[in-house]
């Protein structure tokens, strides 16, 4: 579970352990799209 968040975060360009407050739903939006986009790839089944 935590190499799969790992890989949203990067992808989505997380790259600041500790982000600006104003930052931090910009990054959640781009983690959520990701995270759909890579799902995504997954077969149902």
Not at 2 to 29: K, M, W, Y
């Amino acid at each position: 579970m935590l190499l799969i968040h790992n890989i949203v975060g990067i992808c989505a360009g997380d790259r600041v352990a500790f982000p600006e407050l104003e930052t931090l739903s910009e990054q959640e939006n781009k983690e959520i799209a990701t995270a759909n986009r890579l799902f995504g790839l997954l077969p149902e089944k």
